[in-house]
């Protein structure tokens, strides 16, 4: 792609390819119909001999080969037809090989020794450059970003061939040679179609040459070029790095010594806070079980269903209880060495060694995900502390909003001037809009003269931009009748999100795109994949897989890192710090990701509907990571591509082990990640997880080659590739390329054409994309099911909590929004546990550790847990009004486990937060919101998930709103958006109070004896009442003079005193009263 080309569009299915210009041309130009031969082997055309015919590299069976190729299958291939076998014969201009000496009929005097002529010089610079998309090569042009709705220039592409880089033709890596092949041939003019291979899933792959090449040979030549690529992690298994590879010959032995030093750390939670926690878990362990005897041994005879009911709801809450409890047993906590990886991967005056990283950023609708917001997400991505050729920045728009498209235009060109500035004076936030609303002394550790006088002309400069975005925000309220169409006249191609071709525009990046200081910036992609009716496009889920294929084609990352538009890069060193464990030789063989906590901007100060969701984050998730590793939550992630392809770890002795009880719960965690174990390779014919029968494992690949005598007994054959990945050479190649990067084999100029196709709506039929490979399918929350295959292959995850927040986003902080965004996720888990990938049944031939399994088993069932929280929130206000309870009268011995029970409690809750550092006041709302979700959106959840499973009655996924504070702070947090959510915990509040007054007034009417028993029981409706307390106050929405409190006071005690006013009739006298109600007899 070249840097003055613009966007990209077409459909593979349809065999369409349009590329929109900017340089005078008129309309689209549709991709023609080739009428000539196309070669079998790399896809182009076969062209013209020296006579200017065409080509026919066999003069037997006449199988379409390309010059090209015919001239490498001669020099190094097996010299003869793929499809007859017929040695090939030498034609004019070919130089001659071993084997030409009876061949007279060709006298070519000027061609006969000329191997090296011609393409030496671009071996060379290949070989230097691996490859124009990879990331270590750089144009230093810088050229304008043309913008499609202003008649500037649209963005780069990837670069094509030229005159300097001339033009690099293989058989895609492992699919055929894994030999580099560069030709020199004439120059290709970008502005021509470029021909794609295109592959009928229908036809016998045979037909395309495919299947006939030596594939055992290439494999094993491509073999040898990746070892050399990875010399350097498989020199030094033991977390040593290699010194020679990273030029520090010349280093002092101290230097040495610090760069073979680990990563990371574990850093254990100290002894008297872990210790007491787990006594108290025991205790209340074995009181609980004394409890539940007693209660289910002791009915009660005159309230027997009320009973009944009550005893089913506490021994679900025990059971809900030891699944998120056990989980929590091993918390520990890590520390990186940012230091040491700047030694070892990035020292300065070197190239740098660290792994390239693709981000993710997906956006569906941007008139509820503001494109401002989006805008400052990937302003803060660009700007990041990494090697602006190790980035790429993929933003999703699966809205196919023009919109959207214009805005990043924008951003592309704001970022310019925003990168240095960040660079130069290190700012934090690298996103402007939070950058500059901070209240803090932003002089602070600045010494540069200037920094006051270009922070004032930035935030001038942001300013206007944002104003830009706005103005394109306005004009797109109203979509024209005609559809949105382009500056130079062109109907936008996404003009119906349901039916619309593939887009890619590649805004910044190698071929051009140089910021204000003549520095280089990161790749900024923008992709819209294509949609048609009839076809499943599986949500957020199919969106990113679709951003996996078309990064593979492009850059191809080792790792990628996922973010919702809204989550901005808050630390810009979260890159090194994921690389830390990913890069780290002790670990990153077998983790699948890193994940980072979310923290969130624009929550109220006491944080009304748990937003901040501390408890999860900073406990359950600490504790996830002392076994197995944390849930992947959605966003802020990092992960290893391979683990998404569905391969399988590379695992150590200790984790090869037998998966033992107590060992899987917390046993050899600890010693299997701190110890320097060596690695050892899996035999290949371990199966050790369902998910592993149909995927394969890299040491099979690497190792399972040899032995083999039969070609159609491999493992790794290209139909079997075909069927798993789906049916693009291109794409299958960079799969085997571990440390990323684009296979040396890759045609840079048909890459555009091959990355529409990997996004085409039909890419994925009849493949295991969905299924065992990238996003799984099946639920709304998709992340949970990811994560969970990868765990059950063997895989581990990190934690990683720098001191310094990675990334931060925005929450719902309304109160019908916040039930919306809990009911999505609860709908999720319930279709997850009534699914074939439930961690109840799934996967126990494989390796999830025990504990690992029960947090998955209570993050699916936890929304069942609404239905008796419900039944036990009306049964206090039920015995009020019937004078019944549920409890019998007890004992003092009884009462003592009543007693233990309620301190276990308190003291389980009070170590935890000794342990993990979180406030008091966070765990007390995460408390009262647990029965707010409860009560409302796990109770729907339950219901549509069974409709939906049962009865196929889909909900829609509703994307929830990241609208910024216009009105004054927190002007959200007092909007009311009535919902059928606040019917059932409104419910549960007014049968409550109703209870509470009718108690008392009974109470008063009954006498003193009275008064004992209902002290139970108001205890248990006083208790649904506190907890539900936020969710009145966000029915009452915004009382600017009296408190909720107070109101909710004066009904209660409004009420009480009407009765006990009624109840003592003060101005009434004895004998009045008689007289009314007159005399009664003995049958009275």
Sequence with gaps: MKANAGMVAGSHKRNEFVMIRQDGEVGPKPLKHLNGQVCQICGDTVGLSATGDIFVACNECAFPVCRACYEYERRDGNRSCPQCKTRYKRHKGSPRVEGDDEEDDVDDLENEFNYTHGNGKAMLNWQGEDADLSSSSRHESLQPIPLLTNGQAVSSEIP????????????????GSGEKRVHSLSYVDPSQPVPVRIVDPSKDLNSYGLGNVDWKERVEGWKLKQDKNVMQMSKYPEGKGDMEGTGSNGEDLQMADDARLPLSRVVPISSSHLTPYRIVIILRLIILGFFLQYRVTHPVNDAYPLWLTSVICEIWFALSWLLDQFPKWYPINRETYLDRLALRYDREGEPSQLAPVDVFVSTVDPLKEPPIVTANTVLSILAVDYPVDKVSCYVSDDGSAMLTFEALSETSEFARKWVPFCKKHSIEPRAPEFYFAQKIDYLKDKIQPSFVKE?????????????????????????????????????????????????????LGHS???????????????VSREKRPGFQHHKKAGAMNALIRVSAVLTNGAYLLNVDCDHYFNNSKALREAMCFMMDPALGKKTCYVQFPQRFDGIDLHDRYANRNIVFFDINLKGLDGIQGPVYVGTGCCFNRQALYGYDPVLTEADLEPNIIVKSCCGSRKKGRSGNKKYIDKKPAVKRTESTIPIFNMEDIEEGIEGYDDEKSLLMSQKSLEKRFGQSPVFIASTFMEQGGLPPSTNPASLLKEAIHVISCGYEDKSEWGKEIGWIYGSVTEDILTGFKMHARGWISIYCMPPRPAFKGSAPINLSDRLNQVLRWALGSIEILLSRHCPIWYGYSGRLRLLERLAYINTIVYPITSIPLLAYCILPAVCLLTGKFIIPEISNFASMWFILLFVSIFATGILELRWSGVGIDDWWRNEQFWVIGGTSAHLFAVFQGLLKVLAGIDTNFTVTSKASDEDGDFAELYVFKWTALLIPPTTVLIVNMVGIVAGVSYAINSGYQSWGPLFGKLFFAIWVIVHLYPFLKGLLGRQNRTPTIVIVWSLLLASIFSLLWVRIDPFTSNATKASATGQCGINC
């Design 160 to 175: 094509s061939a030229t005159p300097d880089n001339q033009s690099v033709r293989t058989t895609s890596g492992p699919l």
């Design 455 to 507: 922070r004032r002309a930035m935030k001038r400069e942001y300013e206007e931009f944002k104003v830009r975005i706005n103005a394109l925000v306005a004009k797109a309220q109203k979509m024209p009748e005609e559809g949105w169409t382009m500056q130079d006249g062109t109907p936008w191609p996404g003009n119906n999100p349901r039916d619309h071709p593939g887009m890619i525009q590649v805004f």
């Design 512 to 526: 051009g795109g140089l910021d204000t200081d003549g520095n280089e910036l990161p790749r900024l992609v923008y």
